[in-house]
């Protein structure tokens, strides 16, 4: 009988291959991931409803048509310089201080005179400002 004491036998684990796995596992994420390309500027987009609002009373009207021309409350102006505006709009204000805009521009109205309506509205100090528009007819073209 052999009772030698035998030297137990040292074990080893190789972790090589498990570490080369999820060095694998890593690359292919890093490059299969698509990346959210976040943008400088925050905007946040209008939306639009087919819902008819009703039009308020003690709103102004300011309408512009193709060629430029400023309308207020269905009242033409002499001219469509700021100055002209602000004093028509001041004018249509009276005593009320929040009065809504509401702008009916032509499609083919340049962006400048819509500019100019919305800046003589901002120097009175009136913030409630909405566009007049529309619904889309999909069987009309253009």
Request: no cysteine; net charge negative.
């Amino acid at each position: 009988m052999n009772f030698q004491s035998r030297t137990p036998e040292e074990l080893d684990i190789n972790i090589t291959p498990l570490i080369d796995v999820v060095f694998l596992l890593l690359i292919f994420f890093m490059v299969s991931t698509t990346f959210e390309r976040e943008s400088e500027i925050n905007i946040t987009l209008p939306q639009a409803s087919d819902e008819v609002t009703e039009a308020k009373p003690d709103a102004i009207n300011v309408a512009i048509d193709g060629k430029g021309n400023v309308y207020i409350n269905d009242q033409a102006l002499v001219n469509s310089q700021l100055s002209s505006i602000k004093e028509a709009i001041f004018d249509k204000l009276g005593r009320r201080d929040d009065a809504p805009i509401i702008i009916s521009a032509d499609k083919e109205a340049d962006y400048q005179s819509v500019v100019k309506v919305m800046d003589a509205a901002r120097q009175l100090g009136l913030i409630r400002i909405t566009f007049a528009t529309q619904k889309y007819d999909e069987d009309e073209e253009n």
